[in-house]
């Protein structure tokens, strides 16, 4: 039997705290000008201190089993993007799994920083086409606020905290074209590694810690091209042109990059789902939280064509195209 990964349900968090590019400015030297036109963030979220992305986490599956009418009984697998796990180990994803009460649930973290998403969604919808799990909750979740050099202007304006989450659910059908995810694309260039890493471990509680450093101009050109060719990719796959697109669902890093793809292939402004005012880049959780909003606003319906694409650090990036 051949199976589909269908979408039953959604759902996003974003913690309580606010942080505003001018609350930023009082302590950096920046503007809100400056941040709103490079990169069209606004605000961001910021998790209280002793909050864990495994507690965003949970909130955004709640929504999304909510959303798919499901218990926490019937998943079989979770999976959770992170690039910012409670511990290096056990993974975030068991921590979910027992907060949740998914007893029946094998557990695991993906990592590919901002593309996690869309690497998560291929792992998740490799698991239920090969029929190892029927339902399979899939989660964006990311304390990135927890991995910043608040000194360092270049960096600390761009990320937030959130989660996001999607019940995933197998069910066969009869054309590849007709629901559900219907592929997804991903590459990788590791020559680009140190354009946009972490220099040290994670340590939360302690006082010297990883934080990231970025090639900012390198990882915009390379951006545009990059997410271009993945783009091109999925279209081709399936003989598609933008057109046929209902919505267009970024990774959330940069305004002017997700202009540029618009651009590119002449998606109307229309069809972008665009939260990156709202929540700056919060890596894995990003498309999550866009596709959350879109579905709670009601502008993605069941059977529209969705395109998803993502760049991050690596450079790890990728596509995919869902009919919901
Ligand atoms: N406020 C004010 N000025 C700032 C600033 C800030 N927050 N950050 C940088 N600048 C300054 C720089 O110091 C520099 O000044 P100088 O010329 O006097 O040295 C000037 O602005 C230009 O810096 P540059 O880094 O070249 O700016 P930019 O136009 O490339 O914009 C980014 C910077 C980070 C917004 C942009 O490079 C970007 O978005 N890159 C992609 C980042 C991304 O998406 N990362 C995540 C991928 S998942």
Redesign the pocket.
């Known amino acids: 039997m051949a199976y589909i990964s269908e979408v039953m349900g959604c759902g996003g968090y974003l913690p309580a705290k606010i942080l505003t590019n001018q609350e930023l400015a009082q302590t950096l030297?920046?503007?809100d000008e400056?941040?709103v036109e490079?990169?069209g963030i606004h605000r961001r979220h910021i998790a209280d201190n002793g909050q864990l992305t495994s507690d965003l986490a949970v909130q955004a599956a709640k929504q999304a089993l909510e959303q798919a009418d499901l218990s926490a009984d019937d998943i079989d697998c979770i999976i959770v993007a992170t690039t910012t796990p409670d511990h290096p180990f056990p993974a975030t994803a068991a921590r979910v799994q027992s907060k949740l009460g998914a007893s029946k649930a094998f557990a695991f973290d993906i990592q590919a920083v901002?593309s996690g998403f869309v690497y998560g969604l291929a792992v998740a919808d490799n698991f239920i086409r090969t029929g190892q799990a029927k339902i399979v909750l899939f989660i964006g979740a990311e304390t990135m606020s927890r991995l910043l050099d608040w000194h360092d202007?270049?960096t600390c304006?761009?990320f937030g905290d959130g989660a996001g989450a999607l019940l995933l659910k197998a069910s066969s059908s009869p054309s590849s074209l007709s629901s559900g995810v219907l592929s997804t694309h991903l590459f990788s260039d590791g020559h680009h590694y140190d354009a946009?890493y972490v220099d040290d471990t994670i340590r939360i509680d302690a006082l010297s810690r990883g934080v990231i450093r970025?090639q900012?101009?390198e990882?915009?050109k390379s951006?545009v091209e990059k997410i271009g060719q993945a783009v091109q990719k999925a279209l081709d796959n399936h003989k598609l042109t933008a057109n046929d697109i209902d919505w267009f669902v970024p990774?959330q890093?940069?305004q002017r990059?997700i202009m540029g793809v618009c651009e590119r292939f002449s998606i109307p402004v229309e069809k972008m789902v665009l939260t990156i005012a709202e929540h700056a880049?919060t890596s894995a959780a990003s498309i999550p939280l866009a596709l959350n909003t879109a579905v709670q606003d009601g502008r993605i319906q069941k059977g529209h064509l969705v395109l998803i694409e993502a760049?991050?650090g690596g450079l790890t990036w990728g596509s995919s195209l869902i009919r919901w």
């Open positions: 030297d920046t503007t400056w941040i490079r990169t901002c202007r270049r304006i761009l946009l970025m900012g101009r990882i915009f951006a990774h890093a940069n990059i880049n760049m991050g």
